[in-house]
């Protein structure tokens, strides 16, 4: 697999314009499986094509069962400056329920020895809505988080995906279904509890200290170009967006002939105005109605002001010089008000 990925690198090392990179990001799958010399053969591959900025931010997601003080020295030793931790919860009960295989010792661990191997940019990752999760135990969660001197955490409401084993359990009845009005109590106290503490809330789902958002992430929602390398990974350059086979052995097999089984698709004008006010309306840099009228035109600068009436009368919305913008009270709604504002 290491060796399909470097080969992929080197076939589509043109599709960036810029070949100078900000950001890199393992992510997807388990990428902290990863040894040191594995890793350092993917990134002598990537100088090989590309400039990396030395101020780039280097991002590795890791399970805490996967990060041994053994495995943080060897990670220590290549050019990775930040770790992404799959946290969930700090209780046992819920992270049982979501079928992790670590324990809240060992995510309480993980942050502490990366901290002690001089990992200071560290994001975790703590999700709430589970039906077992009260109020009290939630607001703890982000105490121990506040605690533990984390800079960045990202949090995501408890979603169940059709045809999962977590909905079949759940349609027999033996699980509880999840409640969206206890996930929007738990939204608000994460929103005031972070921001009391100096979390600025930069995206819906994402807070950070002063000076350690996420580059990469933000490039995604800003919509900025991107490469992605391996099986399922996806790549967009403004007007196409495309994406690697998602089966590994179909993605080794076309590397294995110099192939690469690709699927691309060109994004209409519509796809391109959605797509910047869904990612706009969560973050705080919100939708720039002055770019629309130049990229999209005055009459789609207009629709959309029109159209966004409705919530800013109900204060879910509010234009500043010219940038709309979410309010604190439409945070929590911002992806049903940007599918209702959509070109379609």
């Known amino acids: ?66 990060l041994s003080e053994e495995k943080l020295t060897e990670l220590k030793h290549t050019p990775i400056n930040r770790l992404s931790i799959g946290v969930q919860s700090f209780f046992d009960a819920d992270l049982k329920w979501m079928n992790r295989a670590h324990n809240a010792n060992e995510a309480e661990n993980a942050i502490a020895m990366a901290k002690q191997k001089g990992f ?17 135990n939630w607001q703890q969660n982000i105490q121990k988080a506040l605690a533990l001197g984390v800079n960045h955490i990202s949090s995501y ?25 206890k996930a929007a109590e738990q939204f608000d106290i994460l929103v005031n509890t972070l921001t009391a503490n100096g979390f600025i809330h930069y995206e819906i789902s994402n807070f950070a200290k002063p000076d350690f958002f996420a580059k990469h992430n933000s490039n995604y929602w800003k919509g900025k170009h991107y490469l992605g390398i391996g099986p399922s990974a996806h790549s967009f350059n403004t007007v196409s967006r495309s994406w690697n086979v998602a089966n590994n052995q179909k993605y080794l097999n076309a590397l294995a002939i110099n192939e690469l089984e690709i699927t691309d698709e060109i994004l209409t004008v519509n796809n391109q105005i959605n797509e910047y006010i869904m990612t706009g309306l969560r973050t705080i840099w919100g ?13 789609e600068k207009q629709r959309l002001i029109k159209e966004s009436a409705k919530f800013i009368d109900q204060d879910l919305l509010v234009i500043n010089n010219n940038i709309l913008l979410t309010t604190s009270k439409g945070k929590f709604l911002a992806d049903g008000i940007a599918a209702d504002l959509f070109l379609v």
């Open 1 to 66: 697999m290491v060796n399909a990925i470097c080969k992929e690198i080197a076939m589509r090392q043109n599709y960036l314009q810029d070949k100078n990179l900000q950001t890199i990001y393992f992510g997807g799958g388990t990428p902290s499986l990863l040894n040191q010399k594995q890793l350092l053969q993917i990134f002598e591959t990537i100088e090989k094509h590309f400039t990396i900025q030395a101020n780039a931010e280097i991002t590795l997601e890791a399970n805490p069962d996967d």
């Open 157 to 181: 409401a408890l979603t169940v995906e059709p045809k999962t084993v977590l909905a079949n359990m759940i349609e027999k009845g033996k699980l509880d279904d999840t409640n969206e009005e």
């Open 287 to 299: 939708c720039d109605l002055n770019f629309i009228a130049l990229q999209f035109g005055e009459t």
């Open 120 to 136: 200071e940019n560290i994001t975790i990752d703590l999700i709430y809505g589970t039906p077992g999760l009260t109020n009290e």
